[in-house]
């Protein structure tokens, strides 16, 4: 048994997003979240090569990094996080499993076996692993025996077509605790939309082979009402958000959308938390994706969103926040 076990269903889990679900934003998500909404939370993927070696691990150990703040919003919240990675040798798995969980902060991890972006597969890693059982077997294995951490895997239904029975049946019989399934193949990337009918085959599966896995569906889900209906119907347990909470930070908080002030205060907040925690390591750059949440729906939103984008400077997003402040509130 595994904290996995004892997350009380239906539950939710914020996904991994590369350059989204760093620890500034797991933060501010968890400020708005009410306890008992949120379960797991996911760091963006790492890679193992990069983990084993002393220039890579350097390069890629921020994806690693939870500070103290988001530790004691955890603790506050009873959320759980989880570390993911990627690559394509068990040895490397191993060790790096090793190197996660000497950390002292992550209660499991999980290993990327869906995303379908083309370097990772030409690699053989992530979602090219569907398609390479043996490998991917020993991969599970070696980090099973390398880590008392509870072990999760995060996959698709198959490559080119939906393959659920031999796939998920396959990582059934393996020593995982949980498994999400985003359910889509890896020749749509993100397009059209989840099959949630073949996660409930999924559902069915592990019914029948190894009813200790705790599974979790993925893809589209939109909010915590549309997360209850799809665990409903599909016999999982757990629901991933992961696109949608660019449509909405506050969704594991409230059901209603924030006011105004609430929403400038989020972006303020996530703006000056992002510049303390990065300034000299990451890209002011990677903040305008996240601006334009906030701004949706408040008044002029097409100018004020607009002008946000063309910010390139902590200085310059601090100088049309006060505007919008100004007109607005
Ligand atoms: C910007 C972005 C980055 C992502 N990075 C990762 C990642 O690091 N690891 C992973 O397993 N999936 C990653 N994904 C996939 C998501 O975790 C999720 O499976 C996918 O977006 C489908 O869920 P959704 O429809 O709720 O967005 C990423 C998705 C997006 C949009």
């Known amino acids: 048994m595994t904290f996995w076990n004892e997350l009380k269903a239906p539950f939710f889990s914020l ?4 350059d989204v679900t760093d620890t500034v934003f797991r933060e501010i998500v968890l400020q708005n979240s009410s306890p008992g909404n949120l379960g797991v939370v996911f760091t963006e993927f790492v890679s193992t090569d990069g983990l084993c070696h002393p220039v890579g691990r350097e390069k890629v150990k921020h994806r690693l990094l939870v500070s103290g703040s988001e530790q004691e919003l955890l603790r506050e919240n009873g959320v759980k996080i989880v570390a993911q990675i990627w690559g394509n040798n068990p040895e490397k798995f191993a060790e790096s499993a090793r190197f996660v969980e000497s950390l002292g902060v992550f209660d499991g991890i999980d290993i990327n076996m869906g995303c379908p972006v083309k370097n990772v597969v030409a690699h053989g890693s992530c979602s090219a692993l569907i398609d390479k059982p043996e490998l991917a077997t020993a991969i599970i294995k070696a980090t099973r025996n390398s880590t008392s951490l509870p072990l999760s895997v995060k996959t698709r239904l198959g490559v080119k077509q ?17 498994l999400t399934i985003h359910g889509r193949i890896q020749k749509q990337m993100s397009d059209g939309e989840a099959n949630w009918n073949e996660i409930g085959v999924a559902a069915l599966l592990r019914n029948a082979i190894n009813s200790n896995v705790v599974l979790s569906g993925n893809g589209d889900v939109e909010g915590i009402d549309d997360g209850v209906t799809r665990i409903a119907k599909s016999g999982v347990e757990g629901a991933m958000v992961g696109r949608g909470i660019f449509k909405n930070p506050w969704m594991f908080g409230s059901t209603e959308m924030p006011d105004l002030e609430k929403r400038l205060q989020t972006m303020h907040a ?9 300034t000299n390591t990451k890209n002011y750059m990677l903040l305008r994706r996240f601006l334009k949440i906030y701004v949706n729906g408040i008044f002029d939103a097409a100018y004020w969103r607009t002008e946000l984008m063309k910010t390139n400077s902590y200085d310059e997003f601090y100088r049309v926040y006060n505007r919008i402040c100004k007109t607005l509130l």
């Open 15 to 18: 996904a991994p997003m590369e």
């Open 162 to 178: 939906i393959e659920t029975t031999r796939w998920i049946s396959q990582l059934l019989e393996l020593p995982i605790d949980a």
């Open 270 to 278: 996530h703006v000056s938390l992002f510049e303390a925690t990065w």
